[in-house]
Protein backbone atom coordinates (compact mmCIF):
# COMPACT_ATOMS: atom_id res chain seq x y z
CA UNK A 1 0.00 0.00 0.00
CA UNK A 2 1.18 3.50 -1.22
CA UNK A 3 2.00 5.58 1.82
CA UNK A 4 0.19 9.13 1.27
CA UNK A 5 0.06 12.47 3.56
CA UNK A 6 -3.56 13.22 5.16
CA UNK A 7 -4.28 15.92 7.53
CA UNK A 8 -8.17 15.76 8.58
CA UNK A 9 -9.37 19.26 9.98
CA UNK A 10 -12.98 19.55 12.34
CA UNK A 11 -14.32 22.51 11.93
CA UNK A 12 -16.89 23.67 13.92
CA UNK A 13 -19.55 26.24 11.74
CA UNK A 14 -21.66 27.90 14.67
CA UNK A 15 -23.20 30.72 12.38
CA UNK A 16 -23.43 33.61 15.50
CA UNK A 17 -21.51 34.91 17.70
CA UNK A 18 -21.52 37.69 21.24
CA UNK A 19 -19.42 40.56 21.76
CA UNK A 20 -17.17 39.39 24.23
CA UNK A 21 -15.76 42.40 26.98
CA UNK A 22 -13.17 42.98 29.24
CA UNK A 23 -14.70 40.88 31.43
CA UNK A 24 -16.78 37.35 30.76
CA UNK A 25 -20.43 37.89 31.19
CA UNK A 26 -22.44 35.40 32.55
CA UNK A 27 -26.04 34.70 31.88
CA UNK A 28 -28.06 33.34 34.92
CA UNK A 29 -29.84 30.18 34.16
CA UNK A 30 -33.60 29.40 34.34
CA UNK A 31 -33.85 26.97 36.20
CA UNK A 32 -37.38 26.43 34.83
CA UNK A 33 -36.20 26.44 31.48
CA UNK A 34 -35.61 23.48 28.98
CA UNK A 35 -32.25 21.67 29.06
CA UNK A 36 -29.55 21.99 26.06
CA UNK A 37 -27.88 20.04 24.29
CA UNK A 38 -26.26 20.22 21.05
CA UNK A 39 -22.56 20.56 19.32
CA UNK A 40 -19.86 22.65 20.48
CA UNK A 41 -16.29 24.21 20.13
CA UNK A 42 -14.00 22.85 17.50
CA UNK A 43 -11.95 19.51 17.52
CA UNK A 44 -8.63 18.89 14.74
CA UNK A 45 -7.74 15.10 14.69
CA UNK A 46 -4.65 14.37 12.15
CA UNK A 47 -3.30 11.43 9.92
CA UNK A 48 0.04 11.73 7.69
CA UNK A 49 -0.32 8.14 6.16
CA UNK A 50 -3.14 5.90 5.00
CA UNK A 51 -4.18 3.72 7.69
CA UNK A 52 -7.39 2.53 5.92
CA UNK A 53 -10.59 3.21 8.06
CA UNK A 54 -10.07 5.14 10.73
CA UNK A 55 -12.71 5.87 13.48
CA UNK A 56 -13.05 9.49 15.11
CA UNK A 57 -15.77 10.38 17.51
CA UNK A 58 -17.13 13.94 17.44
CA UNK A 59 -18.78 15.15 20.51
CA UNK A 60 -22.08 15.86 21.20
CA UNK A 61 -22.41 18.23 24.36
CA UNK A 62 -24.97 18.63 27.36
CA UNK A 63 -24.84 22.52 27.22
CA UNK A 64 -26.54 23.40 30.19
CA UNK A 65 -30.20 24.75 30.84
CA UNK A 66 -32.76 22.94 33.21
CA UNK A 67 -32.34 22.89 36.61
CA UNK A 68 -28.21 23.58 35.91
CA UNK A 69 -28.40 19.57 36.85
CA UNK A 70 -27.18 17.20 33.96
CA UNK A 71 -30.14 15.29 32.35
CA UNK A 72 -32.71 13.08 34.05
CA UNK A 73 -33.44 10.69 31.40
CA UNK A 74 -31.60 9.05 28.87
CA UNK A 75 -31.91 11.27 25.40
CA UNK A 76 -32.16 9.72 21.81
CA UNK A 77 -30.35 11.65 19.21
CA UNK A 78 -30.84 11.94 15.37
CA UNK A 79 -28.06 12.55 13.52
CA UNK A 80 -28.50 12.94 9.53
CA UNK A 81 -25.97 13.53 6.78
CA UNK A 82 -26.41 17.10 4.93
CA UNK A 83 -25.62 15.96 1.50
CA UNK A 84 -26.90 19.41 -0.20
CA UNK A 85 -23.72 20.88 2.06
CA UNK A 86 -21.65 18.26 2.17
CA UNK A 87 -18.84 17.42 -0.69
CA UNK A 88 -17.41 14.31 0.75
CA UNK A 89 -19.75 11.56 -0.38
CA UNK A 90 -20.65 9.09 2.23
CA UNK A 91 -19.30 5.47 1.87
CA UNK A 92 -16.44 6.64 -0.15
CA UNK A 93 -14.74 9.52 2.21
CA UNK A 94 -16.19 8.93 5.21
CA UNK A 95 -19.25 6.50 6.98
CA UNK A 96 -21.82 7.10 9.27
CA UNK A 97 -22.46 3.53 10.87
CA UNK A 98 -25.04 4.77 13.21
CA UNK A 99 -27.98 7.07 12.88
CA UNK A 100 -29.00 7.79 16.34
CA UNK A 101 -26.68 7.81 19.59
CA UNK A 102 -27.97 8.02 23.21
CA UNK A 103 -26.78 10.76 25.21
CA UNK A 104 -27.17 9.42 28.95
CA UNK A 105 -28.80 10.66 32.21
CA UNK A 106 -26.07 12.23 34.50
CA UNK A 107 -23.72 12.32 31.19
CA UNK A 108 -22.16 15.43 30.31
CA UNK A 109 -21.62 14.65 26.10
CA UNK A 110 -22.26 11.69 23.87
CA UNK A 111 -19.28 10.45 21.00
CA UNK A 112 -21.07 10.48 17.32
CA UNK A 113 -18.70 7.56 15.48
CA UNK A 114 -17.38 8.63 12.53
CA UNK A 115 -15.52 6.27 10.18
CA UNK A 116 -13.24 8.19 7.88
CA UNK A 117 -11.53 6.28 4.80
CA UNK A 118 -8.30 8.02 4.50
CA UNK A 119 -7.29 6.32 1.11
CA UNK A 120 -10.27 7.75 -0.24
CA UNK A 121 -9.08 11.60 0.85
CA UNK A 122 -8.20 14.28 -1.86
CA UNK A 123 -4.50 15.37 -1.49
CA UNK A 124 -5.06 18.75 -2.47
CA UNK A 125 -8.61 19.72 -2.23
CA UNK A 126 -10.56 19.64 0.93
CA UNK A 127 -14.00 18.14 1.34
CA UNK A 128 -16.56 18.59 4.39
CA UNK A 129 -19.18 16.81 5.19
CA UNK A 130 -22.40 18.55 7.32
CA UNK A 131 -24.01 16.74 10.27
CA UNK A 132 -26.97 17.56 11.87
CA UNK A 133 -29.08 16.43 14.71
CA UNK A 134 -32.33 16.13 16.33
CA UNK A 135 -34.59 14.96 18.82
CA UNK A 136 -38.08 14.49 19.67
CA UNK A 137 -40.14 17.27 20.86
CA UNK A 138 -41.87 17.13 24.64
CA UNK A 139 -39.36 16.26 26.90
CA UNK A 140 -38.02 19.52 27.93
CA UNK A 141 -34.78 19.13 25.82
CA UNK A 142 -33.80 21.78 23.25
CA UNK A 143 -30.92 21.79 20.67
CA UNK A 144 -29.48 25.47 20.98
CA UNK A 145 -30.22 27.24 17.97
CA UNK A 146 -26.37 27.89 16.82
CA UNK A 147 -25.63 24.44 17.68
CA UNK A 148 -27.24 22.03 15.83
CA UNK A 149 -25.19 21.65 13.04
CA UNK A 150 -21.34 20.72 12.67
CA UNK A 151 -19.14 20.72 9.81
CA UNK A 152 -16.50 18.48 9.27
CA UNK A 153 -13.69 19.52 6.70
CA UNK A 154 -11.21 16.73 5.34
CA UNK A 155 -7.72 18.22 4.00
CA UNK A 156 -4.75 17.06 3.06
CA UNK A 157 -2.79 19.23 2.62
CA UNK A 158 0.63 19.13 5.59
CA UNK A 159 1.68 23.19 5.81
CA UNK A 160 5.13 24.13 7.01
CA UNK A 161 4.43 27.80 8.47
CA UNK A 162 6.75 26.73 11.47
CA UNK A 163 10.22 26.21 9.68
CA UNK A 164 10.81 29.74 9.26
CA UNK A 165 10.58 32.98 10.65
CA UNK A 166 9.07 36.07 9.35
CA UNK A 167 9.37 39.94 8.95
CA UNK A 168 5.80 40.82 10.34
CA UNK A 169 4.15 44.34 9.14
CA UNK A 170 1.10 45.29 11.26
CA UNK A 171 -1.75 47.53 10.52
CA UNK A 172 -3.61 48.25 13.37
CA UNK A 173 -7.31 50.53 13.29
CA UNK A 174 -8.61 51.35 16.24
CA UNK A 175 -12.94 51.54 16.24
CA UNK A 176 -12.31 55.09 15.86
CA UNK A 177 -9.90 54.68 12.85
CA UNK A 178 -6.94 55.96 13.97
CA UNK A 179 -4.06 53.58 12.42
CA UNK A 180 -1.25 51.83 14.44
CA UNK A 181 1.70 50.68 12.40
CA UNK A 182 4.21 48.19 14.04
CA UNK A 183 7.15 46.14 12.83
CA UNK A 184 7.96 42.77 14.70
CA UNK A 185 11.03 41.74 12.42
CA UNK A 186 12.28 38.44 12.96
CA UNK A 187 8.67 36.87 13.76
CA UNK A 188 8.78 32.82 14.95
CA UNK A 189 5.88 31.13 13.88
CA UNK A 190 5.64 27.95 15.86
CA UNK A 191 3.42 24.75 15.90
CA UNK A 192 0.67 25.39 19.47
CA UNK A 193 0.93 22.73 21.57
CA UNK A 194 2.40 20.63 18.42
CA UNK A 195 -0.52 20.16 16.37
CA UNK A 196 -0.17 20.29 12.05
CA UNK A 197 -1.32 23.13 11.11
CA UNK A 198 -2.28 24.58 13.83
CA UNK A 199 0.06 27.73 14.56
CA UNK A 200 0.24 30.43 16.88
CA UNK A 201 2.46 33.81 16.57
CA UNK A 202 4.79 35.68 18.74
CA UNK A 203 2.10 39.40 18.55
CA UNK A 204 -1.02 39.99 18.63
CA UNK A 205 -2.16 43.65 17.82
CA UNK A 206 0.36 45.87 19.64
CA UNK A 207 1.24 43.27 22.09
CA UNK A 208 4.25 42.18 21.38
CA UNK A 209 6.63 39.45 23.43
CA UNK A 210 5.85 39.80 27.01
CA UNK A 211 3.44 42.25 27.00
CA UNK A 212 0.32 40.47 28.21
CA UNK A 213 2.51 38.71 31.32
CA UNK A 214 0.93 36.83 32.77
CA UNK A 215 -1.01 35.46 29.91
CA UNK A 216 0.71 32.38 28.86
CA UNK A 217 1.37 33.82 25.27
CA UNK A 218 1.45 37.50 23.30
CA UNK A 219 0.73 35.52 20.31
CA UNK A 220 -2.73 34.36 18.78
CA UNK A 221 -3.70 31.36 17.12
CA UNK A 222 -4.40 30.46 13.49
CA UNK A 223 -5.12 27.29 11.38
CA UNK A 224 -3.62 26.68 7.89
CA UNK A 225 -5.77 24.28 5.63
CA UNK A 226 -4.97 24.27 2.16
CA UNK A 227 -2.99 27.69 2.09
CA UNK A 228 -6.22 29.16 3.34
CA UNK A 229 -6.33 30.82 7.01
CA UNK A 230 -8.66 30.13 9.63
CA UNK A 231 -9.06 31.69 13.18
CA UNK A 232 -11.34 30.82 16.00
CA UNK A 233 -12.56 32.78 18.72
CA UNK A 234 -9.85 32.64 21.86
CA UNK A 235 -8.74 34.72 24.40
CA UNK A 236 -6.38 37.12 24.20
CA UNK A 237 -3.21 35.36 25.04
CA UNK A 238 -4.99 32.12 26.19
CA UNK A 239 -5.96 34.11 29.47
CA UNK A 240 -7.09 37.65 29.40
CA UNK A 241 -11.31 38.01 28.72
CA UNK A 242 -10.54 40.16 25.11
CA UNK A 243 -11.24 38.16 22.30
CA UNK A 244 -9.41 37.54 19.44
CA UNK A 245 -11.32 36.50 16.04
CA UNK A 246 -11.97 36.44 12.69
CA UNK A 247 -13.32 40.12 11.27
CA UNK A 248 -16.81 39.01 10.85
CA UNK A 249 -16.74 36.56 13.80
CA UNK A 250 -17.17 33.41 11.72
CA UNK A 251 -14.41 30.29 12.00
CA UNK A 252 -15.71 28.90 8.79
CA UNK A 253 -14.61 32.74 7.16
CA UNK A 254 -10.74 32.82 5.61
CA UNK A 255 -9.00 34.72 7.55
CA UNK A 256 -5.80 35.21 5.24
CA UNK A 257 -3.75 32.59 3.20
CA UNK A 258 -0.09 31.58 2.40
CA UNK A 259 0.97 32.20 -1.44
CA UNK A 260 3.38 29.99 -3.01
CA UNK A 261 6.28 32.26 -2.01
CA UNK A 262 5.51 31.08 1.86
CA UNK A 263 4.25 34.83 2.72
CA UNK A 264 1.05 35.09 5.11
CA UNK A 265 -1.47 37.94 5.54
CA UNK A 266 -3.52 37.26 8.22
CA UNK A 267 -6.67 39.93 9.22
CA UNK A 268 -8.40 39.62 12.84
CA UNK A 269 -9.62 41.75 15.11
CA UNK A 270 -9.67 41.90 19.15
CA UNK A 271 -12.88 42.80 20.64
CA UNK A 272 -13.34 44.98 24.37
CA UNK A 273 -15.37 46.00 26.36
CA UNK A 274 -17.84 46.30 22.80
CA UNK A 275 -15.41 48.03 20.68
CA UNK A 276 -12.69 46.54 18.61
CA UNK A 277 -9.20 46.48 16.85
CA UNK A 278 -9.15 45.88 13.26
CA UNK A 279 -5.60 44.16 12.22
CA UNK A 280 -3.83 43.62 9.11
CA UNK A 281 -0.47 41.28 9.82
CA UNK A 282 1.63 40.74 6.72
CA UNK A 283 4.35 38.26 7.20
CA UNK A 284 6.58 37.67 4.77
CA UNK A 285 9.18 34.61 5.42
CA UNK A 286 12.68 35.26 5.46
Known amino acids: MKTIKITLFFIVALLAFSACQEDQEFTSVDKNGAYIVGFEGAKTISHFE???????????????????????????????????????????EFSLETKKVTLK?????????????????????????????????GNNVVIGSNNNQIAITFVGCKANVEDFTYDNKMVGAKYDGSPLLIDYPGEAIVLHDGTPNLYRTESTYKWGVGSLSPAKYDGFIFEVICGEVFIKDQQLGGHWGNVVQSLDGDASTKAGEVDADGNITIEYKVVFDGKFYKVKSTYTKK
Do not use: M, R, Y
Open 105 to 137: AGDDFALIPLTVNTGSLNLSVPSKVVLEISIEQ
Open 50 to 92: DKGAVVSKIPLKFLGGGDGQFLKEDLEVTIKVLADKSSATEGT
